[in-house]
């Protein structure tokens, strides 16, 4: 009976270890490839599904579930790669907004698939029930790994592009 358990912690322990694995992996070929981190390439991708190509830092950062002051370190980066311009508000001096430039629309364009766009289109496929049960599995897995109230986007990344609300000022 133990044996059995023990294969079935085994085989969860070897899933897990797998998706961090892909996770990594695709990381290291995004880098390769574009040059860019798993979120300054949905940063780039937002911005490109807006008219215009163009939102504001705020409204980002709300869309990706991240503090603003994280997202100013990405634009900062996107800018100074030429991906991302910031442009002042015609109506409001004091905002600006972020554009996406031609690189970056070339690097979106060349860009590997986002691991997470793959998750989507196969989430997607799955049945209503089969959907809220892996979300529930997930959400227990966190839990079991006292991760259930880290703040996290929806960006399959290993790396960490939070920064805590303390260290903002």
């Known amino acids: 009976m133990a ?3 023990d294969n079935r912690v085994d085989a969860s322990l070897i899933a897990l270890r797998r998706v961090l694995r892909a996770t990594a992996l695709y990381e290291r070929d995004l880098a390769h490839a574009a040059g860019l981190t798993p979120a300054k390439l949905r940063v780039l991708q937002i911005l490109r599904s807006k008219p215009g190509g163009s939102t504001t830092p705020k409204a980002l950062a709300t869309q990706m579930g991240l503090a603003q002051a994280t997202i100013t370190a ?9 991906h991302v311009a910031r442009e002042k508000s015609d109506t409001d001096r004091r905002m600006s907004h972020l554009v996406i430039t031609e690189a970056g629309r070339d690097t979106v364009r060349n860009a590997p698939d986002a691991l997470q766009q793959r998750f989507v289109n196969a989430f997607e496929r799955m049945r209503p029930w089969e959907q809220a049960q892996l979300v529930a599995s997930l959400e227990r897995v966190a839990d079991m790994l006292d991760a259930a109230d880290i703040d996290a986007s929806p960006v399959l990344a290993t790396g960490d592009h939070y920064i805590p609300p303390e260290a903002e000022q």
């Open 3 to 5: 044996s059995s358990l």
């Open 74 to 82: 990405m634009v900062d980066k996107l800018v100074a790669g030429g």
